[in-house]
C-alpha cells in the first residue's frame, strides 16, 4: 500500500501491560525444536504502547483514509531505542512521521490466523525517494 500524504503516527496505552500466560508460553517455544535453550532466554518484553498509522490513497473513488496497527518487529526496536530518553516520543515521532515523510514509504500489509479480517502493518519499506531529473532522462514510467 503506498500512502499518498504522509503518514500521521497514532500512539495509544497498550491494552495490557503484561503478558498473558498463554502468550508467555507461546513466547518461549519455538515451534520446530522446543530446545531447552529456547525455555531459558529472557521473555520478549511487552511494547507499553500500541502504534498506529493514519494515512490516506487514492482510490476510484476518491481519497480514503485509513488507520492500520503497525506490528512491525522494526518499529518495538526503534522503539526501546528512544523511549530511555526523556524526549522518547519526539525522537520517535522525528523518524517515524519526519524522516519517513520524506522517502518513497511503502506500507506492506497483512492479518494473522487469529484475526483474518483485521489488517496490520507488517512491514515498511521506505527507499529514498526517485531522483526526478533522473526518471526524466532515463525515461521511467512510475
Known sequence: MKP????????????DSEWSEKRKQALVQDGLFHSEDVRKRPLLKKLPYDFYYVYEIDTANGTERLEHMIT?????MLFWHCYYSPDWESKFRAKLEGEFSKKDMYLILGTMHRFPKQWLIIGLVYPPMPNAKLVEQLGFQF
Open 4 to 15: 499518498t500524504r504522509p503518514c500521521q503516527l497514532k500512539i495509544t496505552p497498550a491494552k
Open 72 to 76: 512491525d518487529w522494526e518499529i518495538g
